[in-house]
């Protein structure tokens, strides 16, 4: 568990601008959870506001719930995140509810975001392993992904959240979901924990190519 939390200013300043200024045009900047659930992030509001915010770079938030988004809308965002998990432990422990109730909560603030003219993307967490839940069934997540599609999201993000996912096990699943899905609506989302990042370069690229985003 994290202890140390850093400054609303550090975070802006040696995060989000210096990444602005490298040149990156979508910079994922904080997310509007709970202070009673997540503490660090408590500086969400003062993180947005003292972004030097580049006019070619969009800024998305994340956000679990309407309550959330409503928070988020007071600074003058253009994008939200909202996400859910293959893994019902996962989104138990990540967001306090069930996958079902995940998509609950989803329909209002899709709607709230969408007429306020807020571009909304989808995340998918855990579609190769949870680190909650040895054993689930990883199928739903393309039902999952086409589910946030259909309900007014622009893209979604399918993450290999714990970074354990072989070469072979990524092919697969992305093969599974390529026929029933645009590739061009779909993201990667991966991770080095246990320095697999690499990955993503022996993957056969006739499967990936079309996606959108590789992270």
Known sequence: KETITKSSGINAEYGIDKLSECGFRTIE???????KW????????DV??????NPNTVYPVLVPNLKGLENAMT??????GIFTAASEAFCKKN????IDE???RFAPTIHTARENGINVRGYVSCIVRCPYQVQYRHEPWAEFSEKLLEMGCYEVSLGDT???GTPGEIQTLLRDILPALPSD????HCHDTYGRLSLIFTWDWRVVSGYSTVV
């Open 38 to 45: 997540v503490p660090q992030l408590a500086d969400c509001k």
């Open 102 to 104: 995940s998509f609950e």
């Open 162 to 164: 714990i970074g354990a």
């Open 185 to 188: 609506k779909l993201a990667l």
């Open 75 to 80: 600074c003058n965002i253009t994008e939200i």
């Open 48 to 53: 947005m506001a003292k972004i030097k915010r």
């Open 29 to 35: 900047s904080t997310s509007f959870v709970s202070p």
């Open 95 to 98: 967001i306090n509810c069930s």
